[in-house]
């Protein structure tokens, strides 16, 4: 693109304490995993209440996501190019990444084995309906999308004295 440069600009720093985010970090999983969970096991396949509670979780999801990430240094850090980043910020981005992945990395496997050898050798439960396969895919998604910037913010310093304790 000739004639173009775009930049990624620095926002302020967050005023939320690390306190703060992990709360926020805790608070975010326990509605989501509770939409899903619902989904998966609470209401009727099908319903107005599974559809209902689809749309929730997207909309929720893709707001958050919308309104925290993007304007966040949190999302900065996690997608600025590495020279726009301190050392100390490219060391926590990279542990963020590789915790992210290894723990996506091993609920997939974790998953496969119990799909594909646990659940049905031994009866177990098991998806059987479009919306309960839908609430799956999504926990994944989700999982993709928020667990590096998660770990980004559970392990980043308080605004004020960046301490990483």
Same mark, same amino acid.
């Given at each position: 693109m000739a004639g173009h440069s775009s930049k990624l600009v620095r926002p302020r720093a967050g005023r939320l304490t690390r306190r703060g985010r992990?709360?926020?970090?805790?608070?975010?999983?326990?509605?989501i995993g509770g939409l899903l969970g619902a989904? !998966?096991? %609470?209401?009727?396949?099908?319903?107005?209440?599974?559809?209902? @509670?689809? =749309? /929730?979780?997207a909309l929720l999801t893709v707001g958050g996501f919308a309104l925290v990430m993007t304007r966040s240094l949190i999302w900065f850090m996690g997608n600025a190019p590495d020279e726009a980043l301190d050392e100390r910020e490219l060391s926590l981005r990279n542990r963020s990444?590789?915790?992210?992945?290894? !723990?996506? %990395?091993?609920?997939?496997?974790?998953?496969?084995?119990?799909? @594909?050898? =646990? /659940?049905?050798?031994?009866?177990?439960?098991?998806?059987?309906?479009?919306?309960?396969?839908?609430?799956?895919?999504?926990?994944?998604?989700?999982?993709?999308?928020?667990?590096?910037a998660a770990f980004l913010a559970w392990?980043?310093?308080?605004?004020e004295t960046e301490s990483l304790n």
């Open positions: 992990r709360a926020a970090i805790i608070a975010a999983a326990l509605v989904q !998966l096991f %609470a209401v009727p396949p099908g319903s107005l209440a599974a559809s209902v @509670l689809k =749309l /929730a979780t990444y590789f915790r992210a992945y290894a !723990l996506y %990395a091993g609920l997939t496997v974790l998953a496969g084995f119990y799909f @594909l050898d =646990l /659940a049905p050798d031994f009866g177990l439960w098991m998806p059987t309906h479009y919306d309960q396969w839908w609430a799956l895919v999504w926990a994944y998604l989700i999982l993709a999308l928020g667990a590096p392990d980043e310093g308080d605004p």
